[in-house]
């Protein structure tokens, strides 16, 4: 009976998710490895996991060495740059929105120079302190979501950790009541209260 096709799609519980990845990238460097013995092949292998741990593997040599070879071939593999063309002049709303993000830039930086003490030499007005105000909470605001967001993470990665843990603990406790259970058995059956005499030993009593 032939066997229907694995949809293959995210391993929604995190613990199955876990061991198959370590089973698959197990499985994966293996092929690399035979792979580069078998056809005397340069394989590298990068792997993050979902936690962004790194996982990497060189056949030969180093992975820098491999990379180093990659960006060689990359750049001998682009074509030659066309020779530029001179650019039409920007048109008048481009010149103006290029001009709005340099005065931009001159108020942040100037900004930046007066919250570190240089007062003296970036005196700012009250709309400029205002500006910058308002950039100040919004720059607050995404730190601040930025650190939610990667506490967030670590303490669901803790809890991963603690459930894997747990599922790991429960199976060595499970062992260890099966066993417990067979040498019960075993010292029950060998418990008699009374020696066992052979057929010959029977003959010789009578």
Same mark, same amino acid.
């Given at each position: 009976?032939?066997?229907?096709?694995? +949809?293959?799609?995210? /391993?929604?519980?995190?613990? &199955?998710?876990?061991?198959?990845?370590?089973?698959?990238?197990?499985?994966?460097?293996?092929?690399?490895?035979?792979?580069?013995?078998?056809?005397?092949?340069?394989?590298?292998?990068? /792997? %993050?996991?979902? &936690?962004?741990?790194?996982?990497?593997?060189?056949?030969?040599?180093?992975?820098?060495?491999? /990379?180093?070879?990659?960006?060689?071939?990359?750049?001998?593999?682009?074509?030659?740059?066309?020779?530029?063309? @001179?650019?039409?002049?920007?048109?008048?709303?481009?010149?103006?929105?290029?001009?709005?993000?340099?005065?931009?830039?001159?108020?942040?930086?100037?900004?930046?120079?007066?919250?570190?003490?240089?007062?003296?030499?970036?005196?700012?007005?009250?709309?400029?302190?205002?500006?910058?105000?308002? &950039?100040?909470?919004?720059?607050?605001?995404?730190?601040?979501? @930025?650190?939610?967001? /990667?506490?967030?993470?670590?303490?669901?990665?803790?809890?991963?950790?603690?459930?894997?843990?747990?599922?790991?603990?429960?199976?060595? &406790?499970?062992?260890?009541?099966?066993?417990?259970?067979?040498?019960? %058995?075993?010292?029950?059956? @060998?418990? %008699?209260?009374?020696?066992?005499?052979?057929?010959?030993?029977?003959?010789? +009593?009578?």
């Amino acid at each position: 009976m032939a066997r229907g096709k694995v +949809q293959l799609k995210r /391993i929604e519980n995190h613990v &199955h998710r876990q061991v198959t990845f370590c089973k698959r990238r197990a499985g994966l460097l293996k092929k690399a490895k035979e792979l580069s013995v078998l056809c005397d092949a340069e394989i590298g292998v990068f /792997i %993050f996991s979902s &936690h962004g741990k790194l996982y990497e593997l060189a056949t030969k040599g180093t992975m820098q060495g491999l /990379i180093e070879r990659y960006m060689k071939s990359s750049r001998e593999a682009q074509p030659e740059p066309a020779p530029m063309e @001179t650019q039409p002049a920007p048109d008048p709303d481009t010149k103006e929105e290029i001009s709005m993000l340099k005065q931009e830039i001159e108020e942040l930086q100037k900004g930046l120079r007066y919250m570190f003490g240089a007062r003296a030499a970036a005196e700012m007005s009250l709309d400029e302190l205002l500006v910058l105000e308002k &950039h100040l909470e919004i720059w607050i605001y995404q730190i601040r979501s @930025t650190k939610m967001d /990667i506490m967030f993470k670590e303490i669901q990665q803790l809890r991963n950790k603690e459930e894997i843990l747990t599922a790991a603990n429960q199976h060595l &406790h499970n062992k260890v009541e099966e066993n417990a259970e067979i040498t019960n %058995f075993v010292s029950v059956t @060998t418990d %008699f209260p009374h020696p066992l005499t052979t057929q010959n030993e029977i003959i010789f +009593q009578y």
